[in-house]
């Protein structure tokens, strides 16, 4: 490897010249280019402009070598363009100083409540909570249920009944979960 003196590298004014070549022969490219993949022309903007930034310390480079500087560039848009997409910005997610001290909801109350209620319902009987089960939770109809359990609709009537007249009288007394 050779050392490299400072007669070697390339001065300022060259690669301004270059990087004004760049702009002139691939802006409008990579702008229509951006724009297509985003959508968004003043975000298509920004990202040739990243794409240009990132271009000029390798301007020399670009255009010494064989390969397609108008390729290079536009695969650095197309990264750039992903990386935003992927972004927290591209997904509307911020965080402000607005958004450091927002409350927490509690749910305290409907674990409690939660606890309470499936302690009441553990007091009941298995063909009881079979039939809140259907009737309640799965939505189903009176006979619905009893054609699902092989009963008559009169009985699912009972035994609803009967359930949550027991509930009402335990959630009353006030009985803790545990049994």
Known sequence: MTPTTSADLPTAAHRNQLLRTMMSEHAKALLAYADKLLNDRHMAEDIVQETLIRA???AERLYSTEGSVRGWLLTVTRNLVVDRMRSAVARHETI???????????????????V???????????????????TYLCGRTVQETARVLGIPAGTVKSRRHYALNILRAEAGKGLTPER
């Open 56 to 58: 000029w310390p390798h």
């Open 96 to 114: 402000g100083a607005e958004d450091k001290d927002v409350p927490l909801p509690d749910h305290t109350g409907a674990v409690l409540a939660s």
């Open 116 to 134: 309470v209620a499936t302690g009441l319902l553990r007091r009941l009987s298995h063909e009881h909570r079979e039939v809140l089960l259907h």
